[in-house]
Structures are given as structure tokens and as C-alpha cells.
């Protein structure tokens, strides 16, 4: 397992001297057209800087995922402006999109694993979204990174001899082995046990802090609530808070 990580104090006023990974500005979305067309989301006004966690919560259908898939470039916005990775997002087109999402890491709740394939080799298959000039991951850097998450006698089984939070596990491997840039994680944790959820935010927060990357997740699991640098909440489309955190884990529970 992995060692216990004291998290690093993170001054804001120090992150905003880099650009923003995410900058979000008069954002509507909308679904539906004519007569059933229905806004969902309402003037997002956001940032998120290299380094930084962020929690996202908010009541189910407040436009946490909708957000959370916009800022991951697998739809395009409809009005306002949204820079992902020093893209704007809007108005691309489909493969622009597609390019964009090489340097994002996605976790969502669905597995989306390849049944034939083992947990390193799936794993691997992260290289099929880096950049083309990137070479491919090597098979020992997919098995370290699963032994970081506590699969390290799992490596080579495939899908349908692992549990769900192992399969939770493989495929957030996955999305972390190429250290993108912009790690989207959808309730990463819901699937796992105390000490598995601690292992994943753990390595998630030692990225965040070592490589600069920037990690925005969706969550209602408290006992995470201590790796974050900031909390945002989503209420009706809207978004209705937005704090920086500095909570000891005696507080969390509290939250």
C-alpha cells in the first residue's frame, strides 16, 4: 500500500501566477432544441490552476456531471467561453474535441474496461489516447501503478475475475498512467473500501502536487474531503459556492 502522503500546503495567490488549466466564463448549456430545449447550466464563472484539487458536490441533477463532461471536451458549449488546456473549447468540431481529450485523464463511475484484455494490458491502453509523438507505456510502468492501488498480485487477470472496486481500481490506473494533465474523476471512490478510496486519492493527490496537474472531482464520499485545495457546489445549474479548503481529518466528518 501506499506510504501516507502529508498533504502540502498550497498557497492560491502562488497557483495564480500560472495560467489556469480550466477558465470558464458566462458558460449556458442547454438541452433539447425548440420547444423542449431546457438550460441546464447557468453563467459558469470558474478556474482551476495547475496543482490544484478540486471537489465538486451538489444534489443529484444540479449540472455536476454535465459540467464535468463539458470541461472534459466530450460535448462542446453552447454559449459563453471555456479554455480547457489553453483550448477554447466551444465551437469545436468533433475531432478537435478529440484531441483536446488526449491530455485529460477520465474516471467515471462505469468501468469501461476491456473484457479480453488483462488489468496491466488495459492499463496500457492509455497509450491510444496520448499524443502521437508520445512513445507507448511500458507494460512494468502499468504494473507499478496497479501495485501503487493495491492490485499488484491482479495484474495479469482479466476483468472478469475481479471485484467491482478492482475493476474501479484497473481503470483508474488507467486514467492516471500517462500523468495527464487535467484529471475528471466522477465519484472515484464510491466503489471502494476505507483503505482502497485512501490508496486512489492519496496517489491522486501526490500527482496533483508533484506534476502540476489539475484534478477536478465529483464526490459525496467525506472521507476524502481532506486531499482537497478547494470546494465547489452545484445547486439548480448554478454555481453557488466556491471555497478554499484547509481541513484537518479530525474536521472532515464534520463537513
Known sequence: MLESLVPIAQEHTQNKILN????????NYYFGEGDLKKQVLYDINLE?????????????GSGKTTLLTLIGALRTAHEGSLQVLDHQISGMNKSE??????????IFQS?????????????????????????????????????????????DYRPSALSGGQKQRVAIARALVHSPQLILADEPTAALDK?????????????????????????????????????????DGYLSSDQALNVSSNDVGML
Open 111 to 155: 468501468h469501461n474496461l476491456f473484457h479480453s484484455l488483462t488489468a496491466r494490458q488495459n492499463v496500457q491502453m492509455a497509450v491510444d489516447l496520448m499524443p502521437r509523438n508520445t512513445k507507448g507505456i511500458p507494460a512494468q510502468k502499468a504494473a507499478d501503478i496497479l501495485g501503487k492501488l493495491g492490485l499488484a498480485e491482479r495484474v
Open 48 to 60: 482551476l490552476y495547475p496543482g490544484e484539487i478540486v471537489i465538486m458536490t451538489g444534489p443529484s
Open 195 to 235: 483503505q482502497s478510496g485512501r490508496d486512489v486519492v492519496t496517489l491522486m493527490q501526490k500527482m496533483a502536487k508533484e506534476e502540476g496537474i489539475t484534478i477536478l472531482m465529483v464526490t459525496h464520499d467525506n472521507r476524502i474531503l481532506d486531499i482537497a485545495d478547494r470546494m465547489i457546489k452545484m445547486v
Open 97 to 106: 474535441l478529440v484531441e483536446v481529450r488526449k491530455n485529460i485523464g477520465f
Open 20 to 27: 489556469p488549466s480550466v477558465k470558464i466564463s458566462g458558460l
